[in-house]
T-cell receptor, first 114, second 114 residues
């Protein structure tokens, strides 16, 4: 398996623009997580899905952030409009039956909002 | 929710020595605790999981201990090598109800000098 795949790896955008981050979890995994990592706050859980259904989005910072999982192999995290304080590394992770405690992370998307 | 404390200062050691990293937590004792490794520009990678009824777990040069009385886990790397240089994160379940959703510590940077 290729592991968790994220795209793009790097994104530079201007304040006010819409940003869409994409994730393909490991095949067969039924949990998908979106995290944000910054020096100030460390690794923060934004939202997670179980069987494509959003379970807890209490970590989403505000209404500018939204996430979807239309099927078991694809998820998006959208920021609209983006702000400079959204600059961070965004990770997607997945976990599966029999190994739910362990999370497998993607390489991350490094977002810079100017 | 759980609060996790890891030393924010980098640990510098000489090649061949044993590195020991600490993870302290407050509140409830978790059913298990995990350690992840994160290299610059990459996502965290799972290393070891230790359950509450286990005092110690080993994997090659890695050893993890779990003291629920002290609310502490120690992570040891014996015969350390420069390739072990990375940030090490500890993670615990977000709540005591058997959740698979982790909370991550901020991590401790390990630097092994040749």
């Amino acid at each position: 398996d290729a592991g968790v795949i994220q795209s793009p790896r790097h994104e530079v955008t201007e304040m006010g623009q819409e940003v869409t981050l994409r994730c393909k979890p490991i095949s067969g995994h039924d949990y998908l997580f979106w995290y944000r990592q910054t020096m100030m706050r460390g690794l923060e859980l934004l939202i997670y899905f179980n069987n494509n259904v959003p379970i807890d989005d209490s970590g989403m910072p505000e209404d500018r952030f939204s996430a979807k999982m239309p099927n078991a192999s694809f998820s998006t995290l959208k920021i609209q409009p983006s702000e400079p304080r959204d600059s961070a590394v965004y990770f997607c992770a997945s976990s599966g039956v029999g190994t739910q405690e362990t999370q497998y992370f993607g390489p991350g998307t490094r977002l810079l909002v100017l | 929710s759980q609060k996790i404390e890891q030393n924010s200062e980098a640990l510098n050691i000489q090649e061949g020595k044993t590195a020991t990293l600490t993870c302290n937590y407050t509140n409830y004792s978790p059913a298990y605790l995990q350690w992840y490794r994160q290299d610059p520009g990459r996502g965290p990678v799972f290393l070891l999981l230790i359950r509450e009824n286990e005092k110690e777990k080993r994997k090659e040069r890695l050893k993890v201990t779990f003291d629920t009385t002290l609310k502490q886990s120690l992570f040891h790397i014996t015969a350390s090598q420069p390739a072990d240089s990375a940030t090490y994160l500890c993670a615990l379940p977000q709540d005591p109800g058997g959740s698979y959703i982790p909370t991550f510590g901020r991590g401790t940077s390990l630097i092994v000098h040749p």
